[in-house]
């Protein structure tokens, strides 16, 4: 699984957009990135998975450029709610063996009044 | 949909003793998986199932720990004895063959080992 860098935190304000970028470098040609969020006291919930350019739902878009190298989860608008840790993850969507997710540091969000 | 349900939710036991966490995964989902969550450590994977058979277990820290998945509705892991540096959010999550990077977890079990 390539290596995600992502900064550790992040704060905010309501209203406001909030960009993460995440490096992986070492991004292979069959590597997916994916994005979770975790809030206190709960599992990390799945939010946006891409593969190249942009994807956009109705939670967030991902931005990511033509090398792969990176990637950036944009999230409209942030309220208080939104305060959380978001995960970036990056491998093979499917695999004969070891479809692993492999959860690195994540970045701490807070989202103030 | 109910979700990934995962049972007790929150466990104390002293060391030593057995702890058997629960996990029922989203009806039809292929794959679950066991997770172990730590300050230190984070978001640990342990375990995964396929179809109801242990793919890579490479994450069980050791042989006190062990995980079954007798059906496709129904999961344990098994701590046995328990230690305090046991003591950590186990989270359960299930996914779909075709879209094994989109998991869902269940709420978590909180054990603390004293």
């Known amino acids: 699984l390539a290596k995600t860098t992502q900064p550790i935190s992040m704060d905010s304000y309501e209203g406001q957009e909030v960009n993460i970028t995440c490096s992986h470098n070492?991004?292979?040609?069959?590597?997916?990135i994916t994005w979770y969020q975790q809030f206190p006291s709960q599992g990390p919930r799945f939010i946006i998975q891409?593969?190249?350019t942009k994807v956009t739902n109705e939670v967030a878009s991902l931005f990511i450029p033509a090398d792969r190298k990176s990637s950036t989860l944009s999230l409209p608008r942030v309220s208080l709610s939104d305060t959380a840790v978001y995960y970036c993850?990056?491998?093979?969507?499917?695999?004969?063996?070891?479809?692993?997710?492999?959860f690195g540091g994540g970045t701490r969000v807070l989202v103030k009044p | 949909d109910a979700g990934v349900i995962q049972s007790p939710r929150h466990e104390v036991t002293e060391m030593g003793q057995e702890v058997t966490l629960r996990c029922k995964p989203i009806?039809?989902?292929?794959?679950l998986f066991w997770y172990r969550q730590t300050m230190m450590r984070g978001l640990e994977l342990l375990i995964y199932?396929?179809?109801?058979?242990?793919?890579?277990d490479s994450g069980m820290p050791e042989d006190r720990f062990s995980a079954k998945m007798p059906n496709a509705s129904f999961s344990t892991l098994k701590i046995q004895p328990s230690e305090p540096r046991d003591s950590a959010v186990y989270f359960c999550?299930?996914?779909?063959?075709?879209?094994?990077?989109?998991?869902?977890f269940g709420p978590g079990t909180r054990l603390t080992v004293t």
């Open positions: 891409g593969y190249k």
């Open positions: 199932f396929n179809n109801n058979v242990p793919i890579d």
């Open positions: 993850l990056v491998g093979a969507a499917f695999k004969a063996a070891g479809n692993k997710l492999t």
């Open positions: 009806s039809g989902h292929d794959y």
């Open positions: 999550a299930s996914s779909l063959r075709r879209e094994v990077y989109e998991q869902y």
């Open positions: 070492n991004i292979a040609t069959n590597d997916y």
